[in-house]
């Protein structure tokens, strides 16, 4: 399918990946619909830092996506659906777990139901790595076990199992995307890439970090926001799980010292218990499959690990963006 033209609604555009995904599209030559939280502010987000030029060729819609009335009047008319609202924070949905059901099970239900009543030609659920737990075998495909380590992980499980459902049941043109850790500017504040940048670019001579033994596979934004895109291409995609992903894998430890090695400073990494994860939460190896997505839509990660972290840290280290970043505090 080309969507060059296409009328696209991304939800969850006011976010990280969100608001890349929605450059990306407008680059493909697509018609974008922004879905983005309604507040009190009038926040869009990361979308308020776009330059106004690319602000009017966005048609911005807030709304909330436990509200199933405002998703059917976002939904309609739309020839294809890029849904990534979510509640994303692993330490926050122990804290808080009913808001993650609310938000990534009955929001993927309204989301699906609205795109079922309205024939949407197709229809992409990003979902997360995390939803496979600790490695069980490497590289993790897609036929790996699902476990839910995290009320988030298994509010994303729930998710995805709703998306299969509509599938199998209606037809519904769905593929579930499953990117591993992804990373690059705007980037949110409870990440462990912005943990560490900010912190050392703040000067901070002691790292805070949770676990820094578990392994992750990292993955450029760039290159997750055209995996996604990809995806909504190709027939063969419809009804599948497909993992994005590089396929190498960095521990936490080794991630901060190259930061360390990357920004030209100097500090020690500190382990603290209070940012670990209870010991049967914590998800100890993800390293990707990627081949079932290189045989469907002939992608591959373009952007290096180092190139990928240095753009990360040059956007980090304009003042007006590394303000918005609280890094004296532990953020869930």
Not at 102 to 120: E, F, H, M, S, W
Not at 292 to 302: D, Q, R, V
Request: glycine fraction near 6%.
């Amino acid at each position: 399918m080309d969507i060059c033209n296409k009328k696209v609604l991304v939800t969850g555009a006011d976010g990280f990946i969100g608001s890349h995904l929605v450059e990306t599209l407008l680059d493909e030559g697509c018609n974008v619909k922004a879905f983005t939280y309604y507040n009190s502010f009038n926040s869009w987000g990361w979308l308020d830092t776009f330059p106004r030029e690319k602000l009017k060729n966005i048609e911005v819609f807030s709304g909330d996506i436990r509200d199933p009335n405002g998703i059917r009047t976002a939904v309609k008319d739309m020839d294809v659906i890029f849904h990534l609202a979510a509640l994303i924070a692993i330490p926050f949905s122990y804290h808080s777990p009913d808001s993650y059901i609310d938000t990534n099970v009955k929001g993927t239900l309204n989301v699906l139901q609205a795109c079922r009543d309205y024939d949407i030609e197709r229809v992409i659920v990003t979902s997360t790595s995390e939803v496979y737990g600790t490695a069980q075998y490497v590289p993790i495909d897609e036929k790996h076990p699902l476990q839910g380590q995290s009320p988030y992980s298994a509010s994303k499980i729930g998710s995805d199992k709703i998306a299969e459902s509509f599938f199998r049941s209606f037809g519904t043109p769905v593929v579930t995307a499953r990117p591993f850790n992804t990373y690059g500017p705007r980037q949110s504040a409870r990440a462990v890439i912005p943990t560490i940048t900010t912190q050392l670019l703040n000067d901070r001579k002691e790292i805070m970090l949770g676990s820094i033994h578990p392994t992750r596979d990292f993955n450029y934004v760039g290159d997750v926001c055209r995996g996604l895109i990809n995806l909504s291409k190709f027939d063969e995609a419809v009804g599948r799980e497909v993992n994005i992903g590089s396929g190498t894998e960095i521990s936490i430890g080794s991630l901060a010292n190259l930061l360390i090695e990357l920004t030209g400073t100097d500090a020690e990494i500190i382990s603290q218990d209070n940012r670990k994860r209870p010991d049967k939460s914590e998800v100890e190896r993800l390293v990707c499959d990627n081949r079932l997505m290189n045989e469907i839509t002939g992608w591959k990660p373009e952007t290096a690990l180092r190139e990928g972290l240095l753009n990360t840290i040059e956007w980090f280290k304009d003042k007006e963006n590394l303000k918005r970043y609280k890094d004296d505090i532990y953020n869930i």
